[in-house]
Structures are given as structure tokens and as C-alpha cells.
């Protein structure tokens, strides 16, 4: 009765639409109304989903987007993950946000995850206690997103397209 597996599933329908969207097909075929536009040069500039999954602490947040990214990854979609918990230390050590475009992804005994892509983008707080430290959450959270945009724009077409998956702490 609890499981969130029906959610999920939803979540992801909705993500590999918007996904084919940004890319500019569906079925191989141009899309009607796609998120891709033309930048200065005339190739198309997709920009892909954005799913960010918040909660309270222990709530599955980071099973989720372990299942999310997992998806796509096995549908050809490189999501990037990014983890706005410093207290989880999954894609790097803890006290850090990170952020790392997924290829092939797994999770790893440890639970930590194991990932084959780009260099995983850190970005240090300094404690996992982020009450003490808002400011320098919300500083070291925008250089990321720029970051990661930057990485997303700079990055091939399929690339960008396939969005990414945040996972929050519960920290509100």
C-alpha cells in the first residue's frame, strides 16, 4: 500500500516524454511542439527535464532518484544527478553538494553510487549541518546549477536532453 514504485513509474513516463521533446523527436520523427530551439549557429539547443524530489529526511528521496536515473540510464539517457545533500557524501564526501552526468549507473555496496561519466562537480559547505550554514548553501548551490547548466550547454545535444535529477536534503 506504501510503495512508490506506481509514482515512480509515472514520474518517469512524464520524463522520457519530455526527454524525446528536447531532443526535437519522437519516434525518429521531428516533434510537434519540442523545447528545442535554434541557438546563433542553427543547431538546435534541446533543453531537457528538471525533477526535483524534496522531503523530509529518510523519506526515500535518494532511493528515488537512484531509481529515476537508473531508468534513464537504460533507456540511452545520461541524466545528470545532482545531490544537494552534504550529509549524504553519494557522489562525493560528505559536507559537499555535488552534481556528475550518469552513463551507466549502479549503485554501490557502500550505497554510495558508482558512476562512469564526466568528473563529478564538488562543491564543499563544510559541515552537513546546514541551519549554521544557509549562506554558504545558497552560494555554493547557485555555483553548481551554473555548473552544471554550463556543462549541459557545453555538452552534446543528447547530453543536455536528458535533463537532470536532484536530490534535496530535508533540511527546509
Known amino acids: ?51 526535483v524530489v524534496a522531503g523530509p529526511v529518510s523519506a526515500g528521496k535518494s532511493t528515488a532518484v537512484a531509481t529515476l536515473a537508473a531508468w ?16 549524504q557524501g553519494d557522489l562525493s564526501p560528505p559536507t559537499s553538494l555535488s552534481a556528475a552526468p550518469m552513463d551507466r549507473l549502479g549503485l554501490a555496496a557502500s550505497g554510495g553510487w558508482e558512476t562512469h561519466a564526466l568528473p563529478i562537480l564538488s562543491y564543499p559547505v563544510g559541515t552537513t549541518n546546514l541551519s549554521e550554514a544557509a549562506p554558504l548553501f545558497k552560494a555554493a548551490s547557485s555555483s553548481l546549477a551554473a555548473a552544471v547548466q554550463a556543462r549541459a550547454s557545453a555538452g552534446p545535444p543528447a547530453g543536455s536532453a536528458s535533463g537532470a535529477i536532484v536530490n534535496t536534503c530535508g533540511w527546509v
Request: charged letters at 20%; aromatic letters at 2%; glycine letters at 14%.
Open 72 to 87: 534513464a540510464c537504460r533507456r540511452g539517457w545520461s541524466p545528470t544527478v545532482v545531490d544537494l545533500d552534504p550529509g
Open 1 to 51: 500500500d506504501e510503495s512508490t514504485f506506481p509514482a515512480l513509474a509515472a514520474v518517469n513516463a512524464r520524463l522520457e516524454a519530455r526527454r524525446a521533446l528536447a531532443r526535437g523527436t519522437v519516434g525518429g520523427l521531428p516533434a510537434e511542439g519540442s523545447s528545442a530551439s535554434a541557438g546563433a549557429d542553427g543547431k538546435a539547443n534541446p533543453l531537457g527535464p528538471v525533477v
